[in-house]
């Protein structure tokens, strides 16, 4: 067999060392062909922080994934924190920032800070990174069009740090039906006017109720939920609303990953047909999460 024959033979065979990168990059999207046609017009919400939110790299991956995401017809919302840079921010103005019991204490000088860096710094930063490759999206905080409702959380001992009362989608719909990519951030007024910061992950899974989305996806800087948090190889791949309220119970899911995870139980027993936590330092995670069988971190599904 000559060497044309064996190229020939090998346009078959994804593993073949003879294949080129043009027809490896033609097959895989041909593969990606039922995922693309499965989630067309459905609703994904992903919360982006993380590792993916500062490492350049990662960051304009994750960026150029959405964007391919919206581009194949997926109608996708953007939940995104940014608490490092708020810290930052905070020290530049000699304002020392202040947690209790894992969460920032919000008084009225900090909140003005919070709302600056959400809401117009780095809010506008990942729409322009969507813009610059090809999508259109449009920054939102859940304040415009009364997109969030605020309640104080607990007692007010964190100050201006809220839960969500409300979600309004009617300012949302039209934008993804018309192919936007809204990017909000996790500020919103209470019904007396004042602006609240939210934990994201809680906007994201209040929000993908609410839109009846498909799924909700989580990037986070942990491979999923693990059994045991010291070894990766324990990840959990998929798991039961009642397996993960058991791990909550059991102590195994804790600290961090606790909110993360009752984020994900909340949104499943409003609808969502699937949560998803996973690793946003692997290089298109959401990619490998969307269109392959296998995904990648954690799944939780279903009811039970």
Known sequence: MNTEEKQKNSSNNLNSPLMDKDSIRVSVLSEALPYIQRFANKRIVVKYGGSAM??????????????????????????????PEINQWLKKLGIKPVFLDGLRITDTETMDVVEMVLAGRVNKQIVSGINTHGSLAIGLCG???????????????????????????????????????????????SHDGRSHNINADTVAGELAAALGAEKLILLTDTPGILRNENDPSSLIEKIRLSEARELIEQGIVKEGMRPKVECCIRSLAQGVNAAHIIDGRTPHALLLEVFTDAG????VMGRG
């Open 54 to 83: 500062v490492n350049k790299k990662l960051q304009n991956a994750v960026l150029r994934d959405i964007s391919l995401l919206s581009s194949v017809g997926v109608q996708i919302v953007v939940i995104h924190g940014g608490g």
């Open 143 to 189: 304040i415009d069009g009364g997109l969030i409702e605020a309640r104080t959380l607990g007692d007010g001992t964190h100050g201006l740090v809220g839960e969500v009362a409300k979600v309004n989608t009617k300012l949302l719909i039209p934008l993804l039906e018309k192919g936007y990519v809204p990017v909000i951030s996790s500020i919103a007024n």
């Open 296 to 299: 990648i971190g954690t799944m």
